[in-house]
């Protein structure tokens, strides 16, 4: 998100993956890989974040918080369909990498509002820091610049999940 993703997408040589919600910019000797994911959900088992897990990936965040950027959070919630949010869904346009247009419906599995759930996120990333699963710098010190394993994150989020302990870290009830 923000300035650094919009520098890459204007570089050019991509893979855009279909998904007007999350779409991504693949560069790299895996980018064909990434062409081939279903468009039925921006989050679930066929997408760029279980990709990501497959092919041992990083996710690495400049300059925001876990609750501004950490979108992979939001795609374990969806494989373990969390209670607190619920599947929608979403018309936009799409525009691929030749710049045409089209209208795609795509589901996204968002927060409860109906029962006043809002995302929290930045209290379990403080858990992950403890766990010595993040590298980098936090949010707001240094550079700002941090690393986890998708993986790594993946199974400490679903054992949280399994624990049923994601309420007061993942999300709150206002």
């Not at 997408?47 to 996710?59: P, Q």
Request: with cysteine; proline share 2%.
């Amino acid at each position: 998100m923000g300035a650094l993703t919009e520098a890459a997408r204007k570089r050019g040589n991509y893979i855009r993956t279909l998904n007007p919600i999350y779409s991504f910019a693949i560069f790299g000797k895996n980018k064909q890989y990434f062409q081939s994911i279903k468009l039925e959900t921006a989050l679930g088992v066929d997408s760029v974040f279980s990709r990501l897990m497959e092919l041992d990936g990083k996710i690495a965040a400049l300059g925001l918080s876990d609750k501004n950027c950490m979108t992979f959070y939001h795609h374990i919630e969806e494989i373990h369909q969390v209670n607190y949010r619920i599947p929608k869904q979403f018309t936009a346009p799409y525009f691929d990498s030749q710049n045409r247009m089209s209208k795609i419906t795509i589901s996204l599995y968002v927060r409860d509002l109906d029962n006043g759930i809002s995302t929290l996120l930045d209290p379990v990333a403080d858990l992950m820091w403890k766990k010595n699963l993040y590298s980098g710098d936090k949010f707001n010190e240094d550079m700002g610049l941090r690393v986890i394993s998708a993986n790594k994150m993946y199974s400490f989020i679903s054992h949280l999940i399994k624990q049923n302990k994601t309420k007061g870290f993942l999300y709150e009830i206002k």
